[in-house]
T-cell receptor
Framework: EAQVTQNPRYLITVTGKKLTVTCSQN?????MSWYRQDPGLGLRQIYY???????DKGDVPEGYKVSRKEKRNFPLILESPSPNQTSLYFC?????????????FGPGTRLTVT | AQSVSQHNHHVILSEAASLELGCNYS??????LFWYVQYPGQHLQLLLK??????LVKGIKGFEAEFIKSKFSFNLRKPSVQWSDTAEYFC????????FGDGTTLTVKP
């Protein structure tokens, strides 16, 4: 089954404790992206990647890191989480090029930072 | 800078009413425009997309959208909504950097 998986689905952590949220897709998509969803603010892009070893900042990259060492994986790293990073996070992937960019979303990771 | 503006934050309709959700975008290049839907407790799913050709595009579940280049608009429509259409709807533009609107919550009363 074609899908985007994220782990963990739920995470409660404390300020300053490094964490990683994994994202994996099995559709051989070149493009992958991370978003955070907050009430009233829609989805805001954190980082995106057009291919292996190619990452770019989205609209809200501060406090986050990503890496793309393999095509299928795109982990999101919070080196020192803070309470304002409490949010619902979605990973997505798509093919590239005009007519594509239709994103397939993962199930989401609800992160709480206390 | 690209941007997406959705006009309605919360829409309440009765079943069988017609729906139109407004979306305006700002983007300098070739647009790839999307409408996504998020049902309660679920992740986003694609409703429909436009990248070229016929400006009236049809999607799943009876939804359609019209791309009007002169107005930078991509409004979503459905002739007759159902209770099961209750969800949050997002308009988006994507050409690498991706921008979503703030979302419109649709509540359909049975």
């Amino acid at each position: 089954e074609a899908q985007v998986t994220q782990n963990p689905r739920y995470l409660i952590t404390v300020t300053g404790k490094k964490l990683t949220v994994t994202c994996s897709q099995n559709m051989n998509h070149e493009y992958m992206s991370w978003y955070r969803q907050d009430p009233g603010l829609g989805l805001r892009q954190i980082y995106y990647s057009m291919n292996v070893e190619a990452t770019d900042k989205g609209d809200v990259p501060e406090g986050y890191k990503v890496s793309r060492k393999e095509k299928r994986n795109f982990p999101l790293i919070l080196e020192s989480p803070s309470p304002n990073q409490t949010s619902l996070y979605f990973c997505a992937s798509s093919l590239l090029g005009t007519g594509n960019y239709e994103q397939y979303f993962g199930p989401g990771t609800r992160l709480t930072v206390t | 800078a690209q941007s997406v503006s959705q006009h309605n934050h919360h829409v309440i309709l009765s079943e069988a009413a017609s729906l139109e959700l407004g979306c305006n975008y700002s983007y300098g290049g070739t647009v790839n425009l999307f409408w996504y839907v998020q049902y309660p407790g679920q992740h986003l799913q694609l409703l429909l997309k436009y990248f070229s050709g016929d400006p009236l595009v049809k999607g799943i579940k009876g939804f359609e959208a019209e791309f009007i280049k002169s107005k930078f608009s991509f409004n979503l429509r459905k002739p007759s909504v159902q209770w099961s259409d209750t969800a949050e709807y997002f308009c988006a533009v994507n050409a690498g950097k991706s921008t979503f609107g703030d979302g419109t919550t649709l509540t359909v009363k049975p």
